[in-house]
């Protein structure tokens, strides 16, 4: 079946780092990739997308590449804040599909 | 509202009791999805809504779990004589077609003692 898997966490970086969370995924088709957000005592968000290979989705400084060959959609920023601390979600839906299957979730501490 | 609204917020209650938890979708949204997230877990998708019918109950986790969705907006997940392991936030999410982003609501936090 389908499933994500992203890197565990807490990954804990000084402000102004280099943000990589890894993110790969096992589906059949071409599924639509996301990521989403998920702030201190807020819901989750929507942070990017992604419905096809090589497409880039891009949001607040945050990009992630759909990488059909290596089955990837890793999550980067290049100089990450404070204010970026939350737990990120990498998520994938089948096409035509309805259900979104998520990653376990991986929590970021940025230390100013 | 502008987003997807979902009550309680919070939700304490002894095993063996039933509860219910609120969805209100963002207005026009035909996509209603319920989601659960227990501590330190990913989402574990439960039942989506296209309307007032759920094509799929297979994430449902028992018979314990049930949904409904009425006039294709509010939409209602009962849990009967719970157990601690319901324990969990309950995720609800709506979008404006099935092939559109979800939206999340905050979540109602259910604790069973």
């Known amino acids: 079946g389908n499933s994500v898997t992203q890197m565990e966490g807490p990954v804990t970086l000084s402000e102004e780092a280099f943000l990589t969370i890894n993110c790969t995924y096992t589906a059949t088709g071409y599924p639509s990739l996301f990521w989403y957000v998920q702030y201190p005592g807020e819901g989750l968000q929507l942070l990017l997308k992604a419905t096809k290979a090589d497409d880039k989705g891009s949001n607040k400084g945050f990009e992630a590449t759909y990488r059909k060959e290596t089955t990837s959609f890793h999550l980067e920023k290049g100089s990450v804040q404070v204010s970026d601390s939350a737990v990120y979600f990498c998520?994938?839906?089948?096409?035509?599909?309805?259900?979104?299957?998520f990653g376990a979730g991986t929590r970021l501490f940025v230390k100013a | 509202g502008a987003g997807v609204s979902q009550s309680p917020s919070n939700k304490v209650t002894e095993k063996g009791k039933d509860v219910e938890l609120r969805c209100d979708p963002i207005s026009g949204h035909t996509a209603l999805y319920w989601y659960r997230q227990s501590l330190g877990q990913g989402l574990e998708f439960l039942i989506y809504f296209q309307g007032n019918s759920a094509p799929d109950k297979s994430g449902l986790p028992s018979d314990r779990f049930s949904a409904e969705r009425t006039g294709g907006s509010v939409s209602t997940l009962t849990i009967q004589r719970t157990q601690q392991e319901d324990s969990a936030v309950y995720l609800c999410?709506?979008?404006?077609?099935?092939?559109?982003?979800?939206?999340f609501g905050d979540g109602t936090r259910l604790s069973i003692l």
């Open positions: 999410a709506s979008s404006s077609e099935v092939n559109q982003p979800q939206h």
């Open positions: 998520a994938l839906r089948d096409t035509g599909g309805f259900k979104t299957i």
